[in-house]
T-cell receptor, first 113, second 107 residues
């Protein structure tokens, strides 16, 4: 069974631009979560989607948004990029059931210049 | 929110040595996972262990949910065990991570 896939793997953007990251969950998994990892703040929860509905959102500004499609694939968007948005963005999926094991993709490394 | 503390922050081992990593959490949790982050950044699942003890090869883990801690044991360490180990707990649909333990295994 294929794992969680994320595209692109690397991105370089400039301040003020926007970016869209994509995540395809493991087949049969309906929950997708996004996390941001930075050296200063560690791993932080962004949001979680289940059946196209956002169930929970972390403490991030409104510039960070996401959505989930009917096939469970998810995208996250960051508008008006800032230098501090440079990070590794990780996507995770799990089967339906809030406490099931989560599996992570390889991540998208975003650099904002 | 829930606080997750990992210790030690850094661990240097000689190949073949055994070690114990600890994860303390501040409130009751529904799930606990241990991950190993590889050099490319991907989080590799080690254990899904809300309670009890599990073993997988040279690695084992124990979670004592009533006392709010989990332990990850690495036995006969190898250089390939190097990397960052994260503990994460589930509350309110999200994983809350500790800051990690950086393990360096020297040949």
């Amino acid at each position: 069974k294929a794992g969680v896939t994320q595209t692109p793997r690397y991105l370089i953007k400039t301040r003020g631009q926007q970016v869209t990251l994509s995540c395809s969950p493991i087949s049969g998994h309906r929950s997708v979560s996004w996390y941001q990892q930075t050296p200063g703040q560690g791993l932080q929860f962004l949001f979680e989607y289940f059946s196209e509905t956002q169930r929970n959102k972390g403490n991030f500004p409104g510039r960070f948004s996401g959505r989930q499609f009917s096939n469970s694939r998810s995208e996250m968007n960051v508008s008006t990029l800032e230098l501090g948005d440079s990070a590794l963005y990780l996507c995770a999926s799990r089967k339906a059931g809030v406490y099931n094991e989560q599996f992570f993709g390889p991540g998208t490394r975003l650099t904002v210049l | 929110g829930i606080q997750v503390e990992q210790s030690p922050p850094d661990l240097i081992l000689q190949e073949g040595a055994n070690s114990t990593l600890r994860c303390n959490f501040s409130d009751s949790v529904n799930n606990l996972q241990w991950f190993h982050q590889n050099p490319w950044g991907q989080l590799i699942n080690l254990f899904y262990i809300p309670s009890g003890t599990k073993q997988n090869g040279r690695l084992s883990a124990t979670t004592v949910a009533t006392e709010r801690y989990s332990l990850l044991y690495i036995s006969s360490s190898q250089t390939t065990d190097s990397g960052v180990y994260f503990c994460a707990v589930v509350r309110d649909y999200k994983l809350s991570f500790g800051a990690g333990t950086t393990v360096t295994v020297r040949a």
